[in-house]
């Protein structure tokens, strides 16, 4: 499966983004989907996921209660949707997807290209 992210930009705090990704093939409804994002100098860090009939959603600690993921499978997208944006979510945000889901990088066999997100204080 092939991932493409979109809807990074620049937002300033506390408002809010939601990102997108798109994944090509049948199979999308088979797969978890997971979010995850690295900021400059540190290493890449899981934000959220989605099962794989959407019916299950787990986050991050430091985002829980800001962002909500959902998915589409009709039209084989994952949404993350992010408030209350902080300085400290700046990052590129990357979507995976995995046969089950996961908070490891390892969880996850597809990765799209990454969509960068700034948040000016």
């Known amino acids: 499966v092939q991932l493409q992210a979109s809807g990074g930009g620049l937002v300033q705090a506390g408002g809010s983004l939601r990102l997108s990704c798109a994944a090509s093939g049948r199979t999308f409804s088979t797969y978890a989907m997971g979010w995850f994002r690295q900021a400059p100098g540190k290493e890449r860090e899981f934000v959220g996921a989605?099962?794989?009939?959407?019916?299950?959603?787990y986050y991050a600690d430091s985002v829980k209660g800001r962002c909500t993921i959902r998915r589409d499978n009709a039209k084989n997208t994952v949404y993350l949707q992010m408030n209350s944006l902080k300085s400290e979510d700046t990052a590129v945000y990357y979507c995976?997807?995995?046969?089950?889901?996961?908070?490891?990088?390892?969880?996850?066999?597809?990765w799209g290209q990454g969509t960068q997100v700034t948040v000016s204080s």
């Open positions: 989605i099962s794989r009939s959407g019916g299950s959603s």
């Open positions: 995976a997807a995995g046969i089950g889901v996961g908070a490891q990088e390892g969880d996850y066999d597809y």
